[in-house]
């Protein structure tokens, strides 16, 4: 019977099932970062258990490193004794180490398939939310709790509940001006921020085909704000010639056995699935989120919804999210005031989003009294860029140009919100006081929509403002 990808990769990583239903999985490549991993390695040490397949396991430094000034070290203590926690759990159980010194620092989903380490059949798991990215090339990834990171450390498995799959098909081509995060917003405000629950999405189409592998992932790294388990790609000729040449790619004779299981993981074409749904690509427009979850969004030229349109949980949370975000039902999105910009994170800080806005910003400048900065996602996204010139362009438009980390997104090094400062972020999460403050008010967009309110100081339209 014809299968998908989803049910391939599961089956042949399956050690066995569980007595109460669940599935031991193994792990094929386990990423770790200084947040969720001090007390899974101190579990494991209270029990005197070791780590099973160091091999597996990379680690980064990417939630608290600041991205000012590294060299001024870091301003909380807690945050300096994670990172010291890090190195030496690393050592001590012989895992690599992608920190500051090695050249390859950055956020883990960023730095994962750019070393090559995240290949198609995969499982990948990772202490982190949005670890769906790894997705994007035809693995199964999972974002896992601080115990599930001991379990992988102590036996590389792990005991899962086996979701549905759900077929989102996307058919035509994405107009200009729009991108792969407006796509996966529109998606998620429509299917809602529960309606992935119990599901893995498989992302398929035309329009999805035709996007970049960085893309792609910023498409799969958001499946998780959606409520699906994970969010995958079948793989095709694209993943494989992103991948090849990579540090951590299968090499010469190697190269051709792993194609060969590559290929024969990708879905079939007669398939089954257990939901579909159907977008249309020309429907979607520049999409900006106006509340405190990725699902409440519209479209740019959209309003905020009217509270008469609605009743019960739905009205009340409308109003919670109002209240909070300061705005007015029907309000217009255009022309909302805002007073910080942040370009970067695992969702939209690759090569490809900064070239995107320094291709548009020529005689462009930040608005007077807006904080606006980009963070490229690794050491590598950063090296690449300043050898095109990007920062240049990013510099000379009044953009902060930054050292690599998860930054603004998580706020959880010194880039934070200020009081009730509103942010255009082309980060994942709008959710109260994410950026760092209580108050804070964040709306989401891609990298290029932030450029455009940076510069009116406003929200607003990116086809316009850059004449695309």
Not at 28 to 38: K, M, R, W
Not at 92 to 102: A, H, L, M, R, T
Not at 112 to 126: D, I, K, N, S, Y
Not at 258 to 285: G, K, M, P, Q, R
Request: with cysteine; charged share 20%.
């Amino acid at each position: 019977m014809p299968k998908n990808c989803f049910e391939k990769v599961w089956q042949s990583h399956e050690v066995k099932k569980l007595w109460n239903g669940q599935s031991q999985l193994q792990i094929g490549l386990h990423l770790i970062h200084e947040v969720t991993s001090p007390q899974a390695f101190g579990m494991i040490r209270d029990r005197g258990l070791s780590v099973a397949c160091p091999e597996r396991t990379f680690a980064t430094i990417d939630h608290i490193i600041p991205t000012k000034n590294l060299q001024l070290g870091y301003e909380d203590a807690m945050a300096e004794e994670m990172v010291k926690s890090l190195e030496q759990n690393c050592k001590e159980y012989n895992i690599k180490y992608f920190g500051p010194k090695s050249g390859s620092q950055g956020i883990v989903h960023v730095i994962g398939p750019e070393l090559g380490l995240t290949q198609p059949g995969m499982t990948v798991a990772c202490g982190d939310s949005h670890t769906s990215t790894h997705g994007a090339f035809g693995s199964i990834a999972f974002g896992i709790g601080t115990s599930q990171v001991r379990d992988v450390l102590a036996s590389q498995t792990l005991a899962l509940s086996k979701p549905k799959v759900r077929l989102i098909d996307i058919q035509g081509q994405l107009g200009k001006g729009v991108y792969a995060k407006d796509l996966i917003l529109h998606i998620i405000a429509k299917l809602g921020v529960n309606g992935g629950i119990g599901y893995a999405y498989e992302y398929a189409g035309a329009s999805i085909e035709a996007l970049s592998m960085e893309e792609r992932m910023t498409i799969c790294n958001m499946s998780i704000e959606g409520g699906a388990r994970v969010g995958y790609i079948s793989p095709d000729q694209k993943t494989y010639e992103y991948i090849r040449g990579r540090p951590y790619a299968p090499k010469e004779a190697d190269w051709a056995r792993a194609l060969e299981y590559w290929n024969s993981t990708a879905t079939e074409s007669s398939a089954s699935f257990d939901d579909e749904v159907h977008f249309a690509a020309s429907e979607i427009e520049p999409t900006v989120t106006w509340g405190i979850n990725p699902g409440q969004s519209s479209g740019i030229n959209g309003q905020v919804p009217e509270l008469k349109d609605l009743e019960g949980s739905a009205k009340a949370s409308l109003e919670e999210a109002l209240s909070y975000m300061k705005l007015s039902p029907g309000q217009n999105l255009r022309g909302t005031k805002i007073e910080v910009a942040f370009i970067g994170s695992c969702t939209n800080g690759r090569l490809s989003d900064l070239q995107e806005v320094a291709s548009q910003l020529d005689n462009h400048k930040v608005a007077a009294g807006i904080k606006a900065l980009i963070v490229p996602g690794s050491m590598e996204v950063k090296r690449q860029a300043e050898a095109l010139g990007l920062h240049e362009k990013f510099l000379e438009a009044g953009f902060e140009w930054r050292e690599p980390g998860c930054s603004m997104c998580l706020a959880m090094n010194p880039d934070k919100l200020i009081g009730d400062q509103l942010c255009a972020s082309s980060s994942n999460r709008n959710f109260k006081g994410r950026q760092g403050s209580s108050t804070g008010r964040t709306m989401l967009m891609s990298p290029l929509m932030v450029a455009a309110a940076a510069i009116k100081g406003e929200v607003a339209d990116a086809r316009e403002v850059f004449s695309l």
